[in-house]
């Protein structure tokens, strides 16, 4: 397989990895407000990890994407993708320390979920409408 179609494939699948971690986060959040007391559990830290690597692959593998396509850097798309990328990936990680660290406070969880979730389905629409 052509590298520039298996760098395409595995960033597709890191941004959909991002998404579903950012879901996991956001229903741990939504049902922590619930849960009183229990044994805890090792998911969240593993979606927080997750997202943790989407967080750090997805650019490296965008650059390098746009590299090997030959695509400046200075294309309004990319501009605008990376700038959403910033607040879409501290909302990310806040939310992960947030449902890792069991602080209470679900409308705070949920809101930091649906900016982040927000900013990167823009990117997603960003990346889809690129001029070809």
Known sequence: ???FALLRML??????????AFFALAGRCWRSRRLVAGAPSRWPAFHA???LLCLVGLP???WWLAHLAGWPLGQL???GSSLLFLPGAI???????RVAGRRA???LGLGLALIGVSCFA???GLMVIKPV
């Open 1 to 3: 397989m052509e590298h």
């Open 11 to 20: 960033h597709g699948v890191a941004g959909v990895l991002l998404f579903v």
């Open 49 to 51: 990890v997750l997202l």
């Open 60 to 62: 490296v593998s965008g």
């Open 77 to 79: 798309w990319l501009l």
């Open 91 to 97: 909302c990310g990680l806040w939310l992960a320390a």
């Open 105 to 107: 406070g679900a409308r």
């Open 122 to 124: 823009a990117i997603l």
